[in-house]
């Protein structure tokens, strides 16, 4: 596609509810990256993929978090269990391989609220 | 760890202003540097960046000096637009084996007035 699409675009779940967000990187990017921004705060690193390998998970906060990309492309965060303290936007961005780059490509997010 | 820093916001300036956004950064070796603005409903897009010291980045009447000796890569305009109103966020990148994340810094946001 032409750009980085998330979706959904805002989520509202019930605490201890499972939520599933979507990232559908830019076509032919090998780099795919998670962050998580709480409000008026900058985006947070959660995981990293270079195709369908999950490079780094560090940033993760806990084993409730689970991210996959399976074939390389969409990608998939999965939380489960949901707490009031995961609400926020959680950004997906995707880049061209290459190590020093730095150029991500950012999608607009999902919002997520847990009552 | 790596991490950026960058001066609370909101800053406030009518149009034609001049505009500085400070932004420091901690991390090991030399990392690249850059400034992402994020635009009312929009995504993170990338502004400028450098990837070496005393290298200036440019874009959009915007510029940032990599500055070693003082850790820095301040954001700077001229004259600003409306149009500029936005989140500016500072971030770094750092080479690690076979992989590298981005760093962000929290953010900066910019109202511009007619």
């Known amino acids: 596609g032409a750009g980085v699409s998330q979706s959904p675009r805002y989520k509202v779940a019930k605490r201890g509810q499972d939520v599933a967000l979507r990232c559908d990187p830019i076509?032919?990017?090998?780099?795919l990256f998670w962050y998580q921004q709480a409000l008026g705060q900058g985006p947070e690193f959660l995981t990293y993929?270079?195709?369908?390998?999950?490079?780094?998970k560090s940033g993760l906060p806990s084993d409730r978090f689970f991210a996959e990309r399976p074939e390389g492309s969409v990608s998939t965060l999965k939380i489960q269990r949901t707490q009031q303290e995961d609400s926020a936007v959680y950004l997906c961005?995707?880049?061209?391989?290459?190590?020093?780059?730095?150029?991500?490509?950012f999608g607009e997010g999902s919002r997520l609220t847990v009552l | 760890g790596d991490s950026v820093t960058q001066m609370e916001g909101p800053v406030t300036l009518s149009e034609e202003a001049c505009l500085t956004i400070?932004?420091?950064?901690?991390?090991?070796?030399?990392?690249?540097l850059f400034w992402y603005v994020q635009y009312p409903g929009e995504g993170l897009q990338l502004l400028l960046k450098?990837?070496?010291?005393?290298d200036k980045g440019s874009n959009k009447g915007f510029e940032a000096t990599y500055r070693k000796e003082t850790t820095s890569f301040h954001l700077e305009k001229g004259s600003v637009q409306v149009s500029d109103s936005a989140v500016y966020f500072c971030?770094?990148?750092?080479?690690?084996?076979?992989?590298?994340?981005?760093?962000f810094g929290r953010g900066t946001s910019l109202i511009v007035h007619p």
């Open positions: 400070n932004c420091t950064y901690t991390a090991t070796g030399y990392p690249s």
């Open positions: 961005a995707s880049s061209l391989a290459g190590r020093d780059t730095g150029e991500l490509f």
């Open positions: 993929f270079q195709n369908e390998a999950q490079l780094d």
């Open positions: 971030a770094l990148i750092r080479p690690s084996g076979g992989s590298y994340i981005p760093t």
């Open positions: 450098a990837t070496k010291a005393d």
């Open positions: 076509s032919g990017h090998v780099s």
